[in-house]
């Protein structure tokens, strides 16, 4: 075959290939949507409502005339009162700050609600359907001054006293709601979640999401009473109408207890999981009883679905099966013969036609779009929704779990077998060995594909997105062209808080998904990713617990560490004392020369260890802040040392056992034609295809996984163990060519020198930590110092996909 229809033949190939995707929803010929991590939706539901940005609670006024919604996202937050046999929306009332704590009065002329981080209690009177003008029961001052932040509310019949559990301070206060005065301030030992009190009103319940346990509070005495054990993140709870039995949904466990108030023991424990399976990534967090109390709908938010149990004798209950809904469900309540489902996420990810978006014109030519809207940035795109469901007979529900099931990734069998081929690399389970000892994974942030990668022609780039490409990333370019392009790679998480967690745990607990999204909408609160804050990590713990458990020796490099100061207990001793974490004025080039005379020292004493993490964060750059490095200068720093990484560790004794994933813990500081959440990831080593184009569905979890096997380690949650391992990155026969380091096209010293509206718009950015600046003003100004002061970024898109292949001949799961 001649090169010119060699050349043609491939090319016809790729575009096969990539022609086959679906975009952007339903898969063809199902009821289903494929999401970006590789699980799929098919809502049940005769109707639905729009809700907000996350919706985290609904409460039913006593009569159940009225349905309240907190939406309590990034973007703009909410309060919305619905008439739930109506099934219509009434009111939407904008709230500065709102989480969680919703609670009607009695009589149903007064909606409580929590105000966030403004460490208050929001008061909305109800007339003529609508709600009133706003007053506050404060609490303390706002955040920063005191932190506080109201969850759970519930208020006695008589309206007298209001109670508010909190998860700042960690306090039980009871207030007078009528003098708007605190009447006593009892201490939780943790973050408290929800609250309720007992029919005859002397004892308040009080989850305790930091704990294992429910407190037992007298409301009489104003003393603590008791203390039952519960599952890991206990959150909202649940009586039946006599008091007797008291539901407590465990997130981490996927469980819900099951607990006798007279004697205050758990007299039985549900498993809310598709599979028996101790793995966390169910995250059971709702609860709702059947009218007539037999039947018990649980939400299971990283399921996407609901659990249903039969609860008719408590001790001895059943399971029933599953009903699917929306995107990360988040509660859920029954009225009559309906059930109400809030979706966190909604039905999709999505495309954003709004905001400053190209639109093609030719094949050579775009015309840009100039609006901005607050809701294309990726924290706040996904709004929520209500799923309304008939309560399903026998047969209806038997055909609802079969729909479960088939929506799900995850498989029991998918733990002691993943998938993959036989005579790879990459070994299919646990205890199969691996020519591949050393594992080194390198974390960047924030970057997505196309702004990287559109410009290489053999994948699914849109090469007017690319503003860092081959003359700013020579090194990452070459990567891609010498080793493996897979450009059909996407990250599990949406910003740096949940993403450093996904990247090192394969989960991010309800806690971190309930909280970042107010930090990150300015509102408060702490960042507690990245090992920060206990109940923020994943109940058995990151990446570096598993090599522990299992004697596998590891070492990070800037990760979840500033140089020896650990963030976890199982890095103590694991850190390197040179290697700094997130600080935008040290240059890649030092955590790369720490990175390199460290493992020099460990080689010459043949003790590297078998997993390394290495941090190499200045993509994330510092915008266009007067007298800091620009954009293109800090991307072709982080090229550069990602380049120098690559070639030591080639021309060294180990590079024939060794292997390097390279990604950015999230994607949300760029455009991308096919989905936002679509990022670059680097896969080298001797093992690893030449000169190959990979375009298989791959995830954070799907890393995760692949690196796993090699280093003979279980699966962390549902979701790596679900996901798909890189295999077809690899090959069975290895090519030890070393990797030669590309001169950067750039310098990599221009500063930030022109005085404009971006330079001044930067000013005023919190580079201290990853993510404290507002990401769609990062991605404006980066995008303007790259394009020109006059240009206008085109937005990221999202979207629900589906990359159709030839079907590759695989072994049986």
Known sequence: MSKKLSITYVLIVCFFQISLAQLPGKITGTNQVLLPNGWKLSPAGHASLPLGDLPLNLQLSSSGKYLAVTNNGQSTQSI???????????????????????????????????G??????????????????????????????????????????DGSKLYAVTKEDNYIYTIDPGKKSILNKTKLPAEAYDCLLSPDEKTLYVSVWGNQEVIIYNTQTQKITGHIKTGDHPNELLLSKNGKILFVANANDNSVSVVNTSTDAVIETFSTALYPTTLTGSTTNGLALSPDEKMLYIANADNNCLAVFNVTKPGSSQSMGFIPVGWYPTNVKTLGNQ??????????????????????????????????????YIAGLFKGTMSIIDAP????????????????????????????????????????????????????????YDQVLGDVKQGMGDSALCIFGRKVTPNQHALVNEFVLADNFYVDAEVSADGHNWSMGAYATDFLEKTWPTS???????????????????????????????????RTYGEFADHDRARLKSLKGHACPHSPTFNLDITDQVRYNAWAHDFDSLLSINQVPQFNTVRICNDHTSGQKKGKISPISAVADNDLAVG????????????????????????????????????????????VKRNAVVHSMY???????????????????????????????F???PDFTPFTLKAPGVSLNIRNMAVNKSSKRSEAFDLADEDEVPDLDLNQVVWKSVKGEDSEMPAPKRSAFVILEKKKKHDSD
Request: aromatic share 10%.
């Open 80 to 114: 919305q009162l619905i008439d739930a046999k109506a099934q219509k929306i009434l009111d939407t009332r904008v709230i500065d700050q709102s989480w969680y704590g919703l609670v009607f009065s009695n009589d149903e002329k007064t909606l409580y609600a929590a």
């Open 644 to 687: 120098k990484f690559v070639e030591h560790l080639s021309h060294s004794p180990i590079w024939k056992e060794s292997v390097v994933f390279i990604l950015e813990d999230d994607a949300q500081n760029g455009p991308d034609h096919i989905d936002a959440h679509r990022s670059p990831v680097y896969v080298v080593g001797p093992y």
């Open 393 to 448: 007979s026998g047969d209806e529900l038997k055909a609802y779990t079969k729909q479960v099931y088939a929506n799900a990734l995850f498989t029991n069998d998918k733990v002691n077998l993943a998938q993959g081929l036989e005579g790879n690399p990459i070994p299919r389970k646990l205890g199969d060995k691996s020519p591949i000892k050393h594992v080194f994974y390198i974390i960047k942030e924030n970057r997505t």
């Open 116 to 157: 966030g981080n403004k460490n208050c209690i929001v008061v909305y009177p109800i007339k003529n359907n609508k709600l009133g003008k706003a007053d506050t029961i404060s609490l303390g001052k706002p955040w920063p001054d005191e932190k506080i932040c109201a969850a759970g509310l519930v208020i006695t019949k």
């Open 339 to 376: 059930i109400f489902v809030s979706n966190g996420k909604g039905f999709t990810s999505m495309a954003n036609p709004r905001g400053p978006q190209p639109l093609r014109k030719s094949d050579d030519g775009y015309q840009t779009g100039s609006t901005n809207k607050r809701d294309q």
């Open 520 to 554: 990150y909408g300015k509102r408060g609160g702490a960042y507690g990713a990245e090992g920060a804050m206990h109940i923020a990590n994943p109940r058995d713990g990151f990446i570096w617990d598993f090599c522990q458990r299992a004697g596998v020796t590891y």
């Open 699 to 729: 995830s954070t979890s799907g890393v995760l996984r692949t690196m796993e096997l090699i280093l003979g380690l279980p699966p962390m949650s549902q979701y790596d163990a679900a996901a798909m391992p890189l295999y077809d990155c």
């Open 731 to 733: 090959t069975n026969k």
